[in-house]
T-cell receptor, first 120, second 112 residues
Framework: GAVVSQHPSWVICKSGTSVKIECRSLDFQATTMFWYRQFPKQSLMLMATSNEGSKATYEQGVEKDKFLINHASLTLSTLTVTSAHPEDSSFYIC????????????????FGDGTRLSIL | SQQGEEDPQALSIQEGENATMNCSYKTSINNLQWYRQNSGRGLVHLILIRSNEREKHSGRLRVTLDTSKKSSSLLITASRAADTASYFCATSTQGGSEKLVFGKGTKLTVNP
């Protein structure tokens, strides 16, 4: 259980194009989803926290107008990289959490397989 | 920042040997989690250990947590070539659907 599907897995497009990445929780409802960016051989950097039905919370230094996040349902969050440029090329990964357990006990995050974005 | 720091950055061992990776962090935590990432893929959750726990086991994995030293270790026993991956620790300051702060990772290579 707790499968997260991310689509597409690979995108190559021209500079100036907007790219949408989807993150779906397949067998559970996720009130919260997270979007990360990972550069080669580096760790994951949290970009934003996506909450169903409300605005996303962006980390410091992440441009809200550049990386648009929509979390319209309990199973789907989307990240749109607007007017992408070569410096936006990276590996983008989403994750989703189950609702907190009894007493607010922590739940692990479940990750999609990532999207490799290459902007020419 | 409470970013975790793993060491070593890279570890190469022979199949059958044990692999130990360490993680240190800076601030108080609610829980600490270990994840595995195969090259070019997403992360797979391995173990979550809460701040009031000292040790947890899952199959060939053993995780310890020392909150006084703000450190954790991941031990993989009887390693296999399929264990080759990058391993990350991640800390959370609260329970619930709280964001994680990831360490830099340890790249483990298990040679057949």
């Amino acid at each position: 259980g707790a499968v997260v599907s991310q689509h597409p897995s690979w995108v190559i497009c021209k500079s100036g194009t907007s790219v949408k990445i989807e993150c779906r929780s397949l067998d559970f409802q996720a009130t919260t989803m997270f979007w990360y960016r990972q550069f080669p051989k580096q760790s994951l950097m949290l970009m934003a926290t996506s909450n169903e039905g409300s605005k996303a919370t962006y980390e410091q230094g992440v441009e809200k107008d550049k990386f648009l996040i929509n979390h319209a349902s309990l199973t789907l969050s989307t990240l749109t990289v607007t007017s992408a440029h070569p410096e936006d090329s990276s590996f983008y990964i989403c994750s989703a959490s189950l609702r907190p357990g009894w007493g607010g006990m922590a739940q692990p995050q479940h990750f999609g397989d990532g999207t490799r974005l290459s902007i020419l | 920042s409470q970013q975790g720091e793993e060491d070593p950055q890279a570890l190469s061992i022979q199949e059958g040997e044990n692999a130990t990776m360490n993680c240190s962090y800076k601030t108080s935590i609610n829980n600490l989690q270990w994840y595995r990432q195969n090259s070019g893929r997403g992360l797979v959750h391995l173990i979550l250990i809460r701040s009031n726990e000292r040790e947890k086991h899952s199959g060939r994995l053993r995780v310890t947590l020392d909150t006084s030293k703000k450190s954790s270790s991941l031990l993989i026993t009887a390693s296999r070539a399929a264990d080759t991956a990058s391993y990350f620790c991640a800390t959370s300051t609260q329970g619930g659907s709280e964001k994680l702060v990831f360490g830099k990772g340890t790249k483990l290579t298990v040679n057949p």
